[in-house]
Every structure is written in structure tokens, then in C-alpha cells.
């Protein structure tokens, strides 16, 4: 059984093929693209097709799974509007069986249709299945480029109290800050330099991808979506960026500096996830922390570590490359037990 | 004496013909444009034509006063660079005497050239120019579209101890928070609701002109930006986009609750300013406290009652429409007297 697993996100629509003998997985390839679905959504068939494609032919596969977060995006009035028009988008894509993660499991397109929002911002489900490999009681984490779960898993069961993305931002499991989207203005509140605490321009000028390259904790490579002033991705350019937070520039600044202030604002994002994370910990008295995403070193491990919290990786049983599109593969995982 | 003031900023440019009989005021003639400088600055010289043409032939204007603040703008790698292309665009679109506003008052464009900063976000000098028509010891507050000016005057000049963006960020001088253009993401750490604390989604959602609008503080014709969504202005309009800062929708919240929320953020945002403006009453041991701006009544009054300080208007003076362009007025007031 050949599936494709999607997750398809409001910036970022992610691909997992994984080859299964029963329930065995025997291969997993994964790819994803920039496709910001607030403006471009009408694309979103053909790359799905594109995606598949690069890998094998869109004929080998037997099924897709599909879970979304992007029917959130502006572009929609309501959620219930943004899942519909992502569900008919799919299934005039596709000819083979396609399968839908809601908070219950894999549904049908006319099980949606009854209950739309079922189906939003539940690629975390998708996640969990991965986790339940490592660990039947754990917390696990995925922050991927603009939002972060905290999960909690007893029993091999998600058992997350939030049934939606705005139930979670209340209960800790879902912290809406990201390994590269994230506006630096929307988590700082004061920068401390230089013996003074400035406060910083509420505009789009730096996002914490700057921040990760000047600290170079994330590659060019890694740095998928665009930036704020469409200049390139080089420090300098990040650092011209992240010195206009604070109403300045790099005659006022030096790299040094910049390095130094960038060293705080990691600190701070690390603090944000770890208020969650204590959040969702405290709740369920569970203390091994399962990591996934793109920041799972780099973000997840330090928010787990400041509060004295067992770490595993999902890199024990996934590769790096594979961890950053975790809900893609659970998403296909989810969809193979169905078949 | 006919003498045009501009106040340029990054979103918006303001103008001020105003009429003078040696140095008193006769007559003051006011509009404004909105003019993105970080993706149209090209169009600079045309729209500072225009908005004079709007009034009177541009034959009649004896002089020019210009302050900015829009060299900050991303399509800008320095400051530096700013101030001299926004002086250079100036140079080349009059022929009349021009003079721009600096730390140390009016400048000519020589002057700048030799020292370019000097003319950076140098706008609210101008105003002080009017809050001392006022009262000679007080503290002026200019909330505008997008920042807030808190600047201390005593013996009836000016005395903040910033002398760039940068600094006064850090000695409450500056606080970058605006009556429209503001993020609500930027100062929103949580959002009680229900008994719950909700944290919010880091997009660009919502901004304060959308929760203005739902509190019927300000009219359509006053949210003179544009939407984040691109959607209109109408109150439901703004309430769908400031349910999204929660992950929500108009299907998951009421026009009541959006006005709960709305209510919250409003004092959150008053609370940004009295804490700089705080921060200037007890450094400087001032407490008549003078307002001019959009967010004149709706922010500052706000602020200073919340630290229980005196509060008089700059529309004491001028009209409500005039406030809102008090920059502008300043500047032109600190050119005539060159002249």
C-alpha cells in the first residue's frame, strides 16, 4: 500500500508518502511547499499534484490522508467555509480513496460535510500517532514554522482538553509562535540592551527565521518563507532587519549587538513555548516530552530543559527531514488503518 | 506669509497651509493622504503636489517646512538613506524656500546632508511647537495612526532625553502603538474571555482601527489605512478579523462577546501608554499633560486619568481636524519664523 499523507497549512502544505506492508511502514518520502493559501489558494490542486509527482506517479498511489490548519487563513469568513472549500478542492483533485483527520480519526468528505469544523486544525491528531511510537505517556511538541502543539498523551490516547485551535490557545496546547514566521513585536515586549529595556515598532520588519540565522541555528536552506521587506536571507540582511525592531539600523548597531539582542529574543520564545508547555505538564502530571518540527532542538528541548522535563526526539525513529512534516506522516499512517 | 508644512510618515503624508501676519497665525487650511512610503515613495512628489493643488495654486506658497519619519520604512537599508532620498524628492518638486525639521530646529538642506539623522523622525519637535501655545511645563501626548509621542516641555521647550527613535523607545518617549495601524497580536500577551485567558494568533489578523470601529470610537471615514484582510471596514467586517487574533470565528463568538474583547483590548492599550507616559511623569515630575492626535480622547485622555493627571486638549486650540495633523501645523509655525 503506497499512501500520501498531506498536511496543509496555512503557509506550508507538506507531503508524507509512506509504503506500508499492513501496518508496517517500509519506506517514507516527504517534500512540502510554500503555498500561502490566504493568497494563492486556488493553486492548492495543482500543487498537490506537483508534490506527488516529484516523487512517483500519481497512479501508484492507493489513498490520501489529508489534515489541514489552513482553513484559518483570512481568505475564508469562517473556518466552516475555509474546510468545505479545502475538501472539495481535494476531492475534484484526486480519484483514489481519500480520508480526512478530525478530532475523532480519519473521516469521509460527506462526514464533514455534516460537521465541517470536526476537521479544523486537527493535523495535531495526525502527530500524536507518531508519538504513541516512543511513548504511551508523554507530552509532544511540534513547532513548525508559525505555531506550536503541546499535546498530552496518556494510554496511547491524545487526551488534549482544547477541541479547537481557539479552545487551545486557552489551555496551553497550542502556543501560536513558530520557528520562522513568528513577528518578532508579536512576543517582545521590551528588549533589555545596553543597561536600558526598549520597547519595539509594532510593524512587519523581522521575523524569528532573522533570528535563527543570525545565531546560526537554521541554514538558508531551512528559511522556506519570504521575507518581511522581500530582501534576501543573508545575516546582514536579517540583522538590518531585526535592528529595525528597535527603530534602528546598522550605523547605530553593531553585528555584535545584534547578536547580543538576538540572543535575548530566542530566550524570550524559548519562555513563551515553556509557559505552555508548564501549562499542559502541570494539568496532566506528565513529564517525558516527545519533540518534533522544525524548532524541536532548538525551541522545544530548551522550553523542556527550563522546566526540568524528560526529552526524547522524534529523531529516534524519524529523520530530521521527516520531523518537520510530522502531520504528514501520521496524517497517512491514520489513513493506511482505515484501509 | 503663506507657509506649507508636510509632515511625512511612513503610512501617511500631512499637510498644513497656513496663513501668517508676521508670527501670528491667520488662518490654517488641513488634509492628508495615505501614501505607503515602504512600497510607493516613488509617488512622493506627485501626492505632496497634489495635496497642495487640493487647497491653493502652488504659486501662492511662500515656503516649505517638511518633517518625516517615514525614512524608516524596509524599502530603506539605513536611516541615512532615507532622510536623503526623501530630501532629494523634495528638493526636486519646489522651487520656494524649504526648510526641514530637525533636533535643533529648522534646517536647511545642506545642513542635513552633513548630518542626515539629525532630520530623523524629528516630526513631534514640531509639535511641541504647539503644545507650548498651551502651557509652558507639561508633558505632550501625539497618538497618531501607528506611534505615540510622549515628550516632555519644560520653560517652554522641549526636553526628552531621546534623541533618536531608538532611544526614545527605551525612555518612554516613544511607544509604538497607533489609534489604526497597530497589530493587535504586537500587544496582546492573553485575552481573558469567559473565565478563560486566551493567548493570541501572530498574524497580521486584526489592528486597533478594527476594535475602534466595533467600540463606535471611530468612524469609517477616520480608518483611513487599509484592512489586513483586504475586506471592508463595516463593523462586522472588523469583528470577523478580531475573532481570528483568537482562532475563532463569527460561528464560534457573538457580536457581544467581540464586543467584550474589543473592550479589553482597548484598556490593554491604554495601559501601553500610561506606562510610558509614567515613565516620563516621574523622570521630569511633570502632570499637566496635553493631548493632541487621533487618539487624542479615546487613548492619552485615557492614559493620564488612569495615572490621575491633568489633562487638557490640544483642541483647545485647534479643530479635532486640525489635531489630527498637528505636526504638520508645527512644522509650518517653525518655518514662518525662519522666513
Known amino acids: 500500500m503506497k499512501v500520501a499523507g498531506f498536511d496543509i497549512g496555512g503557509a506550508n502544505t507538506d507531503l508524507a508518502i509512506v509504503d506500508f506492508d499492513q501496518n508496517e511502514i517500509k519506506n517514507i518520502q516527504v517534500d512540502f511547499a510554500y503555498l500561502p493559501m490566504w493568497s494563492n489558494n486556488d493553486d492548492l490542486s495543482k ?13 501508484e498511489i492507493d489513498a490520501i490522508g489529508i489534515s489541514m490548519t489552513a482553513e484559518l487563513v483570512d481568505a475564508y469568513d469562517t473556518k466552516k467555509e475555509g474546510v468545505l472549500d479545502i475538501v472539495e478542492k481535494c476531492e475534484n483533485t484526486f480519484n483514489c480513496p481519500i480520508g480526512y483527520v478530525g ?7 460527506d462526514e464533514i460535510e455534516k460537521d465541517p469544523l470536526n476537521a479544523a486544525a486537527a493535523n495535531w491528531i495526525a502527530t500524536c500517532e507518531i508519538a504513541t511510537l516512543i511513548s504511551d505517556n508523554c507530552i509532544f511538541i511540534d513547532t513548525g514554522s508559525t505555531t506550536t502543539d503541546i499535546i498530552p498523551i496518556k494510554n496511547g490516547k491524545q487526551c488534549a482538553i482544547g477541541n479547537s485551535d481557539f ?3 486557552a489551555t496551553g496546547e497550542l502556543v501560536y509562535t ?26 512587519l520588519f523581522a521575523q524569528t527565521a532573522d533570528v535563527f540565522i543570525v545565531l546560526d541555528l537554521i541554514d538558508e536552506s531551512d528559511y522556506v518563507c519570504d521575507t518581511f521587506d522581500g530582501e534576501g536571507k543573508s545575516k546582514i540582511e536579517c540583522m538590518r532587519r531585526i535592528a529595525r525592531v528597535l527603530c534602528a539600523d546598522m550605523d547605530m548597531l553593531s553585528e555584535r549587538d545584534i547578536v547580543k539582542i538576538s540572543k535575548f529574543i530566542h530566550k524570550a520564545q524559548v519562555a513563551q513555548i515553556a509557559e505552555g508547555l508548564n501549562q499542559v505538564s502541570q494539568r496532566q502530571n506528565l513529564d517525558l516530552i516527545v519533540t518534533t518540527g522544525l524548532g524541536k532542538d532548538i525551541l522545544d528541548k530548551k522550553a523542556a530543559e527550563l522546566l526540568n522535563l524528560e526529552v526524547k526526539s522524534m529523531d529516534n525513529i524519524l529523520s530530521d527531514e521527516e520531523c518537520v512534516v510530522a502531520p504528514a506522516i501520521g496524517t497517512a499512517i491514520m489513513m493506511n488503518k482505515t484501509l
Chains 1, 2 share one sequence.
Open 178 to 203: 513558530g520557528t520562522l514566521r513568528t513577528n518578532l513585536a508579536s512576543f517582545l515586549e521590551k528588549v533589555p540592551f545596553n543597561g536600558n529595556e526598549y520597547r519595539v515598532a509594532s510593524e
Open 167 to 169: 479552545e487551545r490557545l
Open 47 to 59: 500543487v498537490l499534484v506537483e508534490l506527488i509527482e516529484k516523487i512517483c506517479s500519481i497512479d
Open 103 to 109: 478530532l475523532d480519526g480519519i473521516l469521509t468528505k
